[in-house]
């Protein structure tokens, strides 16, 4: 019989484009005008996003798109 709780190592990890397919359709419209206008893929955005939100939890703010790109801008802007 399987455990009830499994453990974080019996869960195959996702990657982000799979997390961002969880993300209401919303949100991935943004990520992915993003992705376009700044020619970087959805899944390099996303991460810094996540980055982004971390950063929000440890000075208890909540993440806001607009500040999002301000933040990030430098990065969002560089060529590859």
Not at 6 to 17: A, C, F, G, I, N
Not at 53 to 59: G, I, L, V
């Amino acid at each position: 019989m399987k455990p009830m709780n499994p453990t974080v190592e019996s869960v195959p990890e996702m990657t982000l484009d799979e997390r961002l397919a969880r993300t209401c359709a919303d949100f991935q419209a943004e990520i992915d005008e993003l992705a376009r206008t700044y020619r970087k893929a959805k899944s390099v955005i996303y991460a810094w996003w996540l980055e982004y939100c971390e950063d929000c939890r440890n000075y208890d703010q909540s993440p806001v798109m607009s500040e999002f790109v301000v933040w990030y801008r430098s990065r969002l802007e560089e060529q590859p």
